[in-house]
């Protein structure tokens, strides 16, 4: 697939990504423990040692590539942070016009943002699902694994192919 898009390599690889932390997170790595993916790979944050990141990366395009999906959708995304961000600055500015007085404007507000936050989570996952990530791995291949940093936290990059 040499013609893919670069959008669809971040979402494959930001799928992959996912799926590696919550590997690491089954097998008892602990935070700080994070990712960021690009159209040429991704790059993990954690104490893990290169060996379990590299299992965890190879384990996880085994999963995807067996119809794992559930796997590139995280509760810990950046996506969900965004979506409750915006959702909680759309409630508030839409209580913030009303002339109930100071009082009712601060409970209502506090109402929306906290209703915001529900809504939040499944809001994000479905934007995963739909645009950010994609679990179908559709020949993506594990270039190389290496280490940039290793103290404090391992930043590994893991290099990637479709």
Same mark, same amino acid.
């Given at each position: 697939?040499?013609?893919?898009?670069?959008?669809?390599?971040?979402?494959?690889?930001?799928?992959?990504?996912?799926?590696?932390? +919550?590997?690491? !997170?089954? &097998? #008892?790595?602990?935070?700080?423990? @994070?990712?960021?993916?690009? /159209?040429?790979?991704?790059? $993990?944050?954690?104490?893990?040692?290169?060996?379990?990141?590299?299992?965890?990366?190879?384990?996880?395009?085994?999963?995807?590539?067996?119809?794992?999906?559930?796997?590139?959708?995280?509760?810990?995304?950046?996506?969900?942070?965004?979506?409750?961000?915006?959702?909680?600055?759309? +409630?508030?500015? !839409?209580? &913030? #016009?009303?002339?109930?007085?100071? @009082?009712?404007?601060?409970? /209502?507000?506090?109402?929306? $943002?906290?209703?915001?936050?529900?809504?939040?989570?499944?809001?994000?996952?479905?934007?995963?699902?739909?645009?950010?990530?994609?679990?179908?791995?559709?020949?993506?291949?594990?270039?190389?694994?290496?280490?940039?940093?290793?103290?404090?936290?391992?930043?590994?990059?893991?290099?990637?192919?479709?």
């Amino acid at each position: 697939m040499a013609n893919t898009s670069a959008v669809l390599k971040i979402r494959r690889n930001h799928a992959l990504e996912h799926a590696t932390v +919550a590997l690491l !997170l089954e &097998r #008892g790595v602990h935070p700080p423990l @994070g990712g960021y993916s690009v /159209a040429g790979g991704y790059v $993990i944050w954690s104490k893990a040692p290169i060996a379990e990141v590299t299992e965890a990366s190879v384990d996880a395009l085994k999963l995807l590539n067996a119809g794992h999906g559930d796997l590139a959708i995280s509760p810990f995304c950046g996506t969900n942070l965004v979506t409750s961000a915006v959702l909680g600055g759309l +409630a508030a500015t !839409l209580v &913030r #016009g009303n002339s109930r007085g100071i @009082g009712a404007n601060f409970r /209502a507000a506090i109402a929306a $943002i906290a209703t915001a936050s529900l809504l939040s989570r499944p809001v994000g996952e479905f934007i995963q699902r739909r645009f950010t990530t994609k679990p179908e791995p559709a020949g993506l291949q594990i270039n190389s694994v290496r280490e940039i940093l290793h103290s404090p936290v391992s930043i590994i990059w893991v290099s990637t192919s479709s």
